[in-house]
């Protein structure tokens, strides 16, 4: 299953302050951490997130789906918040919305 992670008005702002590289690595980073508590798995494929900051979003594929996928990615975004406010001057409410894209 495909997933586009569609950062919010303020999302775009705080990853603004990122690299690309930077980016992936945060997600990377939260996403091992949360499969410790879930099941499921997920891939950040580098072809499918060149440009994150100019394309607005980031694209993840999940497999082995068994866990509620919401409640994973409400996780995540909680906690992605962490590093992204930072770097970023102002309250930072929710990063990315979740598209299902296949």
């Known amino acids: 299953m495909q997933l586009?992670?569609?950062f919010t008005t303020k999302g775009k702002v705080a990853i603004g302050n990122f690299t690309n590289d930077e980016l992936?690595?945060?997600f990377r980073r939260y996403t091992n951490t949360l499969l410790k508590k879930?099941?499921?798995e997920v891939s950040i494929p580098n072809e499918?997130?060149?440009d994150i900051i100019g394309d607005?979003?980031?694209t993840v594929i999940l497999d082995n789906v068994k866990c509620d996928v919401d409640l994973f990615f409400r996780e995540l975004g909680r906690d992605i918040k962490i590093?992204?406010?930072k770097r970023l001057d102002g309250k930072l409410d929710?990063?990315?919305k979740v598209e299902k894209v296949s």
């Open 48 to 50: 499918l997130n060149l």
């Open 56 to 58: 607005g979003n980031l």
């Open 4 to 6: 586009n992670l569609i």
């Open 83 to 85: 590093p992204l406010k």
């Open 38 to 40: 879930y099941t499921l």
């Open 24 to 26: 992936m690595e945060i």
């Open 94 to 96: 929710n990063v990315f």
